[in-house]
């Protein structure tokens, strides 16, 4: 059983300050016996100085390493502490000498010894702590290739350590060679930055002044050494060392070079942050099984997709045995052979949980990966698949790297896991309504997934009062209406109409409605919202389908609504002091007709003033395409001159109106379409 890496952090700590005292003594205690004629370090305050170096390494390394939940902001928040802590240390030290300069104890040896080896603690722990948080950064999303590069600069530090015991002068040839040997490899190293790529635009700006700060505290503190050591008192002269050389060098590259690559990230922040949402909007409301693919497929493509999204050397998905159906395993780059033996060495509990379809919900996700000992590959990552919340299987990641899975990656196949097995589940579920009665049991899923869809009661404010009706021709429509509250003051609004009807026509619109919820909380600018959506839905309509609709933003406090229209039915508008209804025939074409960029030409935005009395009214085709027995339509003339003798009743009054006048027009309660009406009164 080894030793838990809380216990290895204190006992590194308590060795670490055991050699600091023990090479202080010894330094203090040669410069009490022995003249400045003899500046010749002897080898012991040298080995235990660098043990010191090799201890906090050790406590830094499992305190921050090893550590699970850390963003980029927190690490260099800590190199920021870690150097304000050993400024203030530094400077109460400066202000003793300064405040007793005239005294014999502020020109002693003995003091000044003391007070520099203090120095000399403090800011090692400052260089060794931001080497190994630059270490972090350095790593994230590493390949083996960089993961060796490392190591080897890693072993060039400790043969540097080595090399300092040998007692050469900074200024010997030799000394000078093994430096810049160091500093070609911090060079290299000091151009792997992609965790700026993930920086949002205030972030950056943070970032850049830790780094900023963290350059000040490099360049004051060698200043500070290099006053205390320009005299005879001291001997063991801390900055005369090619490690402590070295090791600055390298975190002033990285720093520096951070920077430089974080300033010349910033104007593209802003950009890069809307793909990034896009792009994770769009997996969210993308379907994962296109018609007529199997269950099967749908394994596949999650395996093969999820590889390619976090860059994975091997996997395998395993699906349990069904009444219907044998066990199935698919493997990528792995033999099964391999699979059992990763199966037995992992220790970690979750990930075996998970593997034994025992997956608890509450673990959390950065629980998902371990390392792997005895195998080709040294991480891995498995997501439980579920299926009406019963897992019914895993999958299974490998690198060949450790810590090869990061945050980002874990959320993006959790995402790739949750779209499947949505799929999975809505594909059994169509099985099943084939195999009873197959339409008729499918109808009635299809109506219960409408009747959730469509909101039971709209959110309102004070400024208006809003009254909906639908009615579906069949079991199940492809109207959809919903309203948003995004604060105190703005309101989001949509009406739309899927192409169709029934089951495909209903499922459509299930997509419009995650579309409506995501999109308008991230933007309330109609043009935008289309053409988002649009976006969205080319890529997963069939080609010969589409969706109209009519987007609308109310903003309580200017008194202004803002809309575009998607080739839906006009507005119809009644304004209290003109006294006067009209429709606003804005120009605009439905959703997933154009799919390209060029959609964004066909978007025209409108605003309006509304005043109290005002009326809006929203509706799809089928109330003024509803025909009567001379196949005569209802129309917009009639739509029109319903509401305008009914302008001065409440809501509810209005919609009762207007439904009984088309009722009465078409003489009968057969419906030849979805019937959608929404009245919102000012």
């Known amino acids: 059983m080894g030793i838990p890496d809380k216990l290895k ?30 500046p010749t370090v002897p080898l012991l305050p040298r080995v235990f100085q660098a043990l010191f170096f090799v201890f906090l390494y050790i406590y830094y390394r499992y305190s921050i390493i090893k550590s699970e939940h850390f963003n980029f902001l927190d690490l260099l928040w800590k190199v920021f502490v870690s150097g304000l802590i050993t400024t203030v240390v530094s400077l109460s030290i400066r202000l003793f000498f300064f405040f007793f300069s005239s005294s014999i104890l502020a020109k002693s040896v003995l003091p000044i010894n003391i007070f520099y080896h203090i120095n000399v603690g403090m800011v090692s722990a400052f260089l060794i702590s931001t080497f190994i948080i630059w270490k972090k950064l350095i790593l994230y999303q590493k390949s083996k290739l960089l993961q060796q590069f490392w190591s080897l600069f890693e072993y060039s530090m400790i043969g540097a350590l080595l090399f300092d015991l040998l007692g050469y002068n900074i200024t010997d040839p030799v000394a000078v060679a093994v430096l810049i040997f160091l500093v070609l490899q911090a060079v290299v190293l000091t151009f792997n930055l992609k965790w700026v790529a ?24 060698n200043t500070n050494l290099l006053a205390f050591e320009d005299g005879t008192s001291i001997i063991n002269k801390h900055l005369g060392k090619v490690f402590v050389l070295a090791i600055s060098a390298f975190i002033f590259l990285y720093a520096t070079i951070s920077v430089l690559v974080i300033l010349f990230n910033l104007p593209t922040s802003s950009v890069f942050e809307r793909k990034i949402k896009e792009a994770m909007d769009f997996q969210r409301l993308s379907q994962a099984i296109p018609a007529g693919q199997t269950e099967e497929q749908v394994f596949e493509i999650l395996l093969d997709s999820s590889m390619s999204a976090v860059f994975a050397d091997a996997a395998w998905i395993e699906i349990g045995a069904t009444a219907e159906k044998s066990k199935l395993v698919y493997y990528r780059n792995v033999k099964k052979e391999q699979v059992d033996l990763i199966k037995e060495s992992v220790k ?27 195998s080709d590959f040294k991480t891995i990552m498995v997501l439980p698949v579920m299926v009406k919340n019963i897992q019914i299987g895993s999958l299974a990641l490998l690198k060949d790297v450790t810590e090869g899975f990061n945050r980002e990656m874990v959320n993006i196949i959790s995402t790739f896991v949750n779209q499947a097995s949505i799929s999975v589940e809505n594909f059994r579920l169509i099985n099943e309504a084939l195999e009873n009665e197959r339409y008729k049991e499918e109808l009635k899923i299809a109506k219960r997934v409408q009747k959730a869809l469509l909101p039971e009661s709209l959110e309102m404010i004070e400024d208006f009062e809003i009254q909906p009706y639908s009615i579906a021709a069949d079991e199940v429509g492809g109207d959809y209406y919903d309203t948003l509250k995004l604060s105190e003051s703005n309101y989001a609004l949509i009406i739309a109409d899927v192409s169709g009807k029934g089951t495909s026509a209903a499922f459509n619109m299930s997509q419009m409605k995650g579309i409506f919820h995501s999109l308008a909380r991230i933007t309330i600018d109609p043009k935008e919202f289309l053409v988002h959506a649009n976006n969205a839905l080319s890529a997963c309509l069939e080609r010969t389908s589409f969706i109209t609709g009519a987007f609308f933003h109310i903003d309580a406090t200017t008194n202004k609504i803002r809309f575009s229209r998607a080739g839906h039915c006009p507005s119809l508008f009644y304004s209290k002091a003109d006294n006067n209804a009209g429709y606003f025939k804005n120009k605009g074409l439905g959703l997933g007709i154009v799919r390209n960029l060029s959609y964004e030409n066909y978007v025209q935005v409108n605003e309006l003033t509304y005043s109290k009395g005002d009326i809006l009214i929203l509706y799809t085709d089928g109330i003024t395409e509803a025909v009567n027995a001379n196949n005569e339509q209802f129309g917009y003339d009639r739509l029109k001159h319903s509401l305008e003798l009914r302008t001065d ?3 509810e009054e209005i919609k009762h109106g207007i439904i009984n006048d088309l009722y009465n027009f078409i003489g009968s309660e057969n419906l030849n379409d979805d019937y959608t009406l929404v009245i919102i009164k000012f």
């Not at 970032?207 to 350059?215: A, E, R, T």
């Open 9 to 38: 952090m204190r006992l590194s700590m308590i060795l670490a300050i055991f050699a600091w005292i023990t090479f202080t003594y010894f330094d203090l205690l040669y410069l009490l016996k022995h003249t400045a004629s003899n």
């Open 198 to 221: 993930y920086l949002n635009f205030k972030q950056k700006w943070k970032s850049i002044l830790f780094i900023i700060l963290v350059i000040i505290y490099l360049w004051y503190f």
């Open 348 to 374: 970690h509990s979750t990930v075996k949980k998970i593997l034994r379809t025992e997956f608890d919900k509450t673990t959390h996700p950065q629980k998902i990966t371990t390392t792997i000992k005895d």
């Open 649 to 651: 009743l409440p809501t």
